[in-house]
């Protein structure tokens, strides 16, 4: 019997086990899916307001003073977004260690069965790294599914929780009024330099995006660096404990 087909049946034959582990991963996915999502926001935001800055700098207007306050707001929320990322990847990356050697002794006499058989150890690993990687691409490609087909609504949300974060943060002053009365983004000329506005952001219009070949060249990549780094966390240990069993028993 194949590795893969050794692994299906495993997952087929608990479905308790299952359940709990595709449970797992849907919140996990989920929750990294959305902070990642508006990490991203904050970020596309800043290099906009960037580039108006710049625009406006180059123009020696005193305009900019207005975006330099969203400039400073948005590479905040960045920031904050990109840590509460990488420490929701921590927390996965620990949980799933600690299930993997949970699940070393919950299958202790199983282990113990391939290894007296004369099974390797490599081969076992790659078994159960299998089962993982079944359910890790399972959540991930109904999440992506999920996003293509809603996208746009995502994301409108998405940037009215950014334009909500902005109108709260950002309090309009009446020197900011006045700026938008005299321009209330310079001219239609420079529409097509942003999708940024300052009246669209303190009256909390909702922007737009698309999933676009570039999102999913993106979702491919990501995909790989997923199941990539899900191999590492889920073979080593299990490497490394398979090792021991088998040393013990020999």
Do not use: W
């Not at 999502?37 to 020696?60: E, G, P, V």
């Not at 330099?193 to 922007?207: C, D, P, V």
């Amino acid at each position: 019997m194949t590795i893969a087909k050794r692994a299906y049946r495993h997952l087929q034959n608990h479905p308790y086990f299952l359940l709990f582990m595709l449970t797992f991963y849907l919140i996990y996915f989920i929750l990294a899916f959305i902070v990642s999502l508006l990490a991203k926001q904050f970020s596309d935001s800043s290099i906009q307001l960037n580039r108006i800055i710049d625009s406006l700098d180059s123009q020696h207007t005193s305009l900019n003073e207005p975006f330099k306050a969203l400039e400073s707001i948005t590479t905040h929320y960045k920031m904050e977004y990109q840590y509460l990322l990488l420490l929701i990847i921590f927390a996965g990356t620990l949980s799933m260690i600690m299930i993997q050697l949970f699940l070393s002794r919950f299958r202790k006499k199983e282990y113990q069965t391939y290894l007296l058989m004369g099974e390797r150890v490599y081969k076992l690993t790659a078994q159960l790294i299998v089962e993982q990687l079944l359910l890790i691409n399972t959540i991930i490609l109904v999440l992506l599914s999920i996003y293509s087909l809603f996208a746009t609504p995502l994301m409108n949300q998405v940037s009215q929780l950014e334009s909500d974060i902005l109108q709260q943060e950002l309090k309009p002053s009446t020197s900011l009024v006045h700026l938008q009365r005299e321009s209330p983004l310079l001219s239609s000329e420079n529409e097509n330099l942003t999708r940024f506005n300052i009246n669209a952001f303190l009256s909390g219009e909702s922007m737009h995006n698309t999933f676009t070949q570039n999102n999913t060249l993106q979702a491919i990549i990501l995909v790989g660096i997923i199941n990539l780094y899900s191999c590492i966390v889920i073979g080593i240990p299990n490497y490394l404990l398979l090792s021991l069993k088998k040393n013990t028993l020999s």
